[in-house]
């Protein structure tokens, strides 16, 4: 359960900013994401809707991100692994520490939960691998 006053609104904003910014420029996820956005202000704004919809309930997110992700071609277990490693940098760097470790925990259940129903659309009948969790 969320705390009713874990963040405001601009704190998930400069998150969501700082981990795209650094999403973007990595050698790894780089390429992934910056072939697949083609506009990166709306989707900034709608990765900022989806953040404060789970740690503050503004219900502003709508949307399915499962079947975008299943749609991508060639996700990998060391993608989602780095898109962590990145995401904890990001939440690390948060003055609030509270809101760093909430949705760096939450980061990592969408990271499983993706990668789970990656390999499921992807290979069906053949056992999902687990993410390392940093």
Same mark, same amino acid.
């Given at each position: 359960?969320?705390?009713?006053?874990?963040?405001?609104?601009?704190?998930?904003?400069?998150?969501?900013?700082?981990?795209?910014?650094?999403?973007?420029?990595?050698?790894?996820?780089?390429?992934?994401?910056?072939?697949?956005?083609?506009?990166?202000?709306?989707?900034?704004?709608?990765?900022?809707?989806?953040?404060?919809?789970?740690?503050?309930?503004?219900?502003?997110?709508?949307?399915?991100?499962?079947?975008?992700?299943?749609?991508?071609?060639?996700?990998?277990?060391? =993608?989602?692994?780095?898109?962590?490693?990145?995401? &904890?940098?990001? !939440? #690390?760097?948060?003055?609030? @520490?509270?809101?760093?470790?909430?949705?760096?925990?939450?980061?990592?259940?969408?990271?499983?939960? =993706?990668?789970?129903?990656?390999?499921?659309?992807? &290979?069906?009948? !053949? #056992?999902?691998?687990?993410? @390392?969790?940093?």
């Amino acid at each position: 359960m969320r705390p009713p006053d874990l963040c405001t609104e601009q704190e998930i904003s400069v998150l969501v900013r700082r981990f795209y910014d650094a999403v973007r420029r990595d050698e790894q996820l780089g390429p992934v994401f910056n072939t697949f956005v083609n506009d990166w202000n709306a989707h900034l704004s709608k990765l900022t809707d989806f953040w404060s919809s789970i740690l503050l309930g503004s219900g502003r997110f709508r949307g399915t991100p499962m079947p975008k992700h299943v749609a991508l071609p060639d996700l990998s277990a060391p =993608l989602f692994e780095r898109w962590l490693v990145l995401f &904890r940098e990001a !939440t #690390a760097a948060q003055p609030n @520490r509270a809101l760093g470790e909430q949705a760096y925990d939450t980061a990592q259940r969408i990271a499983e939960s =993706l990668w789970y129903g990656y390999q499921m659309s992807r &290979r069906p009948g !053949t #056992a999902p691998t687990q993410l @390392r969790l940093v």
